[in-house]
């Protein structure tokens, strides 16, 4: 049990260091009253970090194979806990995406992606060498779409189109074949129209419009982005300072405490502080990605790639939507947005990661 | 090497990342510092106009004006005191009023930035055109102008076009999926309620950068409004209009329509309102009236929300049932000598008839020989052709709130009252007296099923664009061709014969068949009724009026159906 010491603390630090950056971000973004943030949101937050660290405590006590074998388990609990949400789930911004336990509402979904990625770890890491054949794929793909269609129907988009991706990395580094993959892409993409015109919701589809072409809805959401790309653009190279952003403290940010919170960083932190943040996200990607390079137990690696391309992509697409290079979508900046499940969730990332690590076969 | 080809993916993800920072904060950081700068962006919104509603002949009954709205954007004021001042002497409105108007509108932090809070609405052009030229002595004030619902013929019309208002919170919440949002002006009532979906224009707006100022200098983005949908009624607007003027200032409800296919020629409620009063922030005095009005209820739709025991006019159901279960022929008599006695009741006639057969009892409204007829057929069966012939439940029409009125029966007053049914019940309702409640627009339907030949047609106001589809499954009421012209018969004389009751009602040159009704209420005096058809033999126009404690149904409601039925022939081409 004495294994404190392969915990890999450089990870560890850049992961409080983000945290304690995005304190910051979130006191100046709650530092003007307005009527949909709460002023107490900072001290919110580190109670839920506090939170978030003890459940990362207990995740490092127990062995991650027993997380891979009880994998579908989770899932199933996972699925249920969805299927829950959209009966009796509460609604927020027009989205269902929350359960309330007592006085806490989570959000499923969040967590949805992590079992996704522990089911399929655990299935493509039991079936290594037999991921050529096509019918291998059909279980893989089940596992993914399950979650996800019941996540598109709550409604929300971005959290169902990042399972994509995953599943993709996953099968590649599971040894599937090019080919297979490439033509399930073009599968996808020629079902598309059929999805747009049956799955998206009204307001889903104009947020897409308007990624292509940000002119069609200048009042409504072609605004928030404008104003999103004024904060960060007029930020230029040193930023207008901590609490004096003007884009920011004059209330234009819709949501700059949890979506859009780049924004803030953008406009008072300017370049430089945006590279910073940039540069430490893209340090714990490798730094997970290096331990996929380490370890040699083939679902180990598996579990830590579908964890590092969720994260990478999570931080991608957040920092892309703010700057108006992704369509908005709704997901949260890894442990910088406000909201204690997104919170909890990338801490239990990093505690798995930390986890294989820890127990990995050192040759 | 997999692996690899992986990380050199997420390697590539965040150099665009990179790459978008340095184009946005370095290449482009100069143009957004400058926009951030007192924020320069403004939103100009442009509402959509709603549909234009047109009568049957394309005169329009519902249109857009411009209505010019003062705000002012705080953030660009200097003195708010003294700029409410300057707008309270040139708007000639109270300062106190505008102040307080200002403070309940904006709270600071709580509206969007550089959003005009609208202080005046509806004000006048030259007002507007000042109040844009003074604009730099001004700073702040805007002036927007906005499409605004008009009603071309006013009450004439409120009942049947609705009015508009901005969106209760409780709408709000069910329409939020559709689209709706926050202050959009949606159908409070009438069908600019019940097609407001089709009526409502898609607002536009645009997205400007002004300078420091607050003129514009560059359009970032635009949408165009777009116009909703129109809708072609099939009213005739002259016609609705002489009803209506007939009507008021009677308490009543009178409609006309194509007994053939259910369209409606005219719909008229009296006493009505201005439909303008719910835009008109100047009619508010107005609207407090219309709502408060005990007396007068001018909101309420008579002829379809408007419930009224039917009187005689329901015998037409009594007549129908007791021939179509042959308990009587058309040469059954009964004598009338003024009273009727069942059990230790006594059932009363307005007069002496002697022996009277159906024709006979239909043309002097005779009650015995209606008791009788109902004793005979029973409870059931008159019930049953009272629901076959459409009472008791909703006509159909597009118009929000309508009333089903009521077919009591057995059950309901076991259920009801506790109570038996006695024979009692049958021969009050076999008159039409007791629980019976019908709508006007439900007995105009009524009426058409006789002057059609047996069909229940769907009263309906619009074709294009509406719920109706040219024909439609009409429903076919077990009633046979020979009960029907007795009927009619009976109600040709009603009008023609000797002792009709409705002879008010004739026209040289026009065959009218027709039914009065006086029905008696709990206070004051009677109920008059009054519908029918013409013309006889190949029927154009049905008709249901009902004037609240009119007295007779032979003598008002029968004087408007004749003067209506005048101006038919005279200047529309319905009987054509």
Same mark, same amino acid.
């Given at each position: ?5 392969? =915990? ?95 006085? %806490? ?89 059929? %999805? ?122 957040? =920092? ?5 290079? %992704? ?37 | ?104 509108? $904006? ?45 071309? $013929? ?87 209009? @002489? ?72 015998? *037409? ?40 057969? *159906? ?9 015995? @020989? ?103 499954? *009409? ?102």
């Amino acid at each position: 049990m004495n294994k404190l010491k392969d =915990i890999d603390y450089v990870l560890l630090t850049v992961v409080l260091i983000i945290f304690a950056a995005g304190i910051l971000f979130l006191f100046s973004a709650s530092y003007q009253k307005s009527k949909d943030i709460d002023r107490n949101l900072t001290l919110f937050q580190v109670m839920w970090m506090v939170i978030a660290l003890g459940i990362g405590a207990v995740i490092l006590m127990i062995d991650y194979n027993r997380f891979i074998s009880s994998a579908y388990l989770i899932y199933g609990l996972i699925i249920l806990s969805l299927f829950i949400v959209l009966g009796f789930g509460i609604e927020k911004l027009g989205a269902q995406r929350w359960l309330r336990i007592g006085d %806490m509402s989570i959000q499923p979904s969040e967590f949805a992606k992590i079992a996704i990625v522990l089911a399929l770890a655990r299935y493509l890491g039991y079936n290594t060498g037999r991921m050529e054949k096509w019918t291998s794929l059909i279980i893989p793909i089940i596992i993914t779409i399950v979650p996800m269609v019941l996540i598109l129907a709550q409604p929300d988009l971005g959290t169902a189109l990042i399972f994509l991706p995953i599943l993709f990395s996953m099968l590649y580094i599971s040894g599937a074949k090019i080919k297979h993959l490439a033509t399930l892409i073009l599968i996808g993409l020629a079902a598309s129209p059929f %999805m747009w015109h049956y799955l998206l919701k009204p307001y889903q589809k104009k947020r897409l419009l308007v990624f292509i072409d940000p002119n069609s809805d200048p009042v409504g959401a072609g605004y928030t982005i404008m104003q999103s790309k004024i904060a960060i653009g007029s930020g230029r190279l040193f930023g207008k300072g901590w609490l004096s952003g003007t884009q920011n403290q004059l209330n234009f940010l819709p949501e700059r405490h949890t979506d859009f919170i780049f924004s803030v960083v953008g406009e008072e932190w300017g370049y430089l502080g945006c590279m910073v943040i940039v540069l430490l996200y893209l340090f714990l990607i490798i730094r997970g990605m290096n331990i996929a390079y380490s370890t040699a137990d083939r679902t180990a690696r598996l579990l830590v790639v579908g964890l590092v391309t969720l994260l990478s992509l999570q931080t991608f697409i957040n =920092i892309g939507m703010t700057m108006g290079i %992704m369509p908005v979508v709704g997901l949260p900046l890894p442990l910088i947005s406000y909201g204690g499940s997104s919170l909890v969730s990338t801490m239990v990332i990093i505690a798995l990661l930390l986890n294989v690590r820890m127990r990995r076969m050192i040759f | 090497m997999r692996l690899k080809a992986l990380t050199i993916i997420i390697f590539s993800l965040f150099f665009i990342l990179m790459i978008g920072l340095w184009r946005t904060q370095i290449a482009r950081g100069y143009y957004y510092h400058r926009l951030s700068e007192k924020n320069r962006l403004r939103i100009v919104p442009i509402n959509g106009p709603r549909g234009i509603v047109y009568d049957r002949r394309g005169e329009i009954l519902a249109d857009n004006r411009l209505s010019f709205d003062v705000g002012i954007v705080p953030q660009e004021v200097k003195d708010i005191n003294k700029t409410l001042k300057a707008l309270a002497k040139i708007l000639n409105i109270p300062y106190t009023s505008l102040n307080s108007s200002f403070n309940n509108k $904006y709270k600071k932090g709580r509206s969007l930035p550089f959003a005009p809070v609208v202080l005046a609405k509806g004000v006048s052009k030259d007002n507007a055109i000042i109040l844009e030229e003074d604009r730099l002595n001004l700073p702040g004030v805007v002036v927007q102008a906005n499409p605004v619902r008009t009603y071309l $013929y006013g009450k004439d019309t409120a009942h049947l076009t609705g009015y508009v208002g901005e969106i209760h919170e409780g709408q709000l919440k069910k329409l939020k999926e559709y689209g709706y949002k926050v202050k959009d002006i949606v159908g409070h009532s009438g069908i600019e309620m019940s097609f407001d979906n089709t009526l409502r224009g898609k607002d536009g707006g645009m997205l400007v950068e002004v300078d420091n100022r607050g003129r514009q200098i560059k359009v970032i983005g635009s949408r165009e409004p777009v116009k909703g949908g129109d809708l072609h009624l099939t009213v005739d607007i002259r016609l609705q209009k @002489f009803l209506s003027e007939l009507l008021h200032p009677r308490h009543g409800g009178a409609v006309f329509m194509d007994p053939n296919n259910g369209d409606i020629f005219a719909l008229v409620s009296s006493p009505s309102f201005n439909p303008d009063i719910f835009m008109d922030p100047g009619k508010r005095d107005e609207l407090n009236i219309a709502l408060n009005d005990k007396y007068n209820l001018p909101l309420l739709n008579r002829s379809v929300m408007g419930v009224y025991p039917p009187g005689s006019i329901f015998k *037409i159901i009594t007549a129908a049932s007791g021939l179509q279960m042959k308990k009587i022929t058309p040469k059954t008599t009964f004598h009338c000598d003024g009273q009727f006695h069942i059990g230790s009741g006594t059932f009363a006639c307005p007069s002496t008839h002697g022996n009277e057969d *159906i024709r006979g009892a239909l043309e002097d409204s005779c009650n015995i @020989f209606f008791y009788n007829t109902g004793l005979k057929t029973g409870v059931d069966g008159i019930a049953r052709y009272a629901l076959d012939f459409g009472l008791g439940e909703l006509t159909g029409i597009e118009l929000p709130g309508e009333a089903s009125g009521h077919v009591p029966d057995r059950m309901w007053k076991r259920l009801k009252m506790g109570e038996n049914w006695y024979p009692g019940d049958t021969a009050n309702l076999s008159i039409g007296q007791g629980a019976m409640l019908v709508t006007p627009l439900q007995v105009v339907r009524m009426v058409s099923v006789i002057a059609n030949g047996g069909y229940l047609v769907t009263p309906h106001l619009t074709k294009e664009g509406g719920r109706y589809k040219e024909n439609p499954n *009409i429903k076919k009421v077990n009633i046979s061709d020979e009960v029907i012209k007795i009927i009619k018969d009976g109600m040709r004389r009603v009008v023609e014969g000797y002792d009709g009751t409705g002879r008010r009602a004739r026209i040289d040159g026009l065959s009218i068949a027709a039914k009065t009704g006086t029905a008696e209420v709990s206070s004051g005096a009677s109920h008059a009724w009054f519908c029918g058809f013409a013309p006889l033999d190949n029927p154009k126009v049905a008709f249901a009026i009902v004037l609240e404690h009119g007295g007779k149904g032979g003598e008002g409601a029968a004087d408007i159906a004749r003067e209506t039925l005048e101006f038919i022939r005279r200047d529309t081409d319905i009987l054509r």
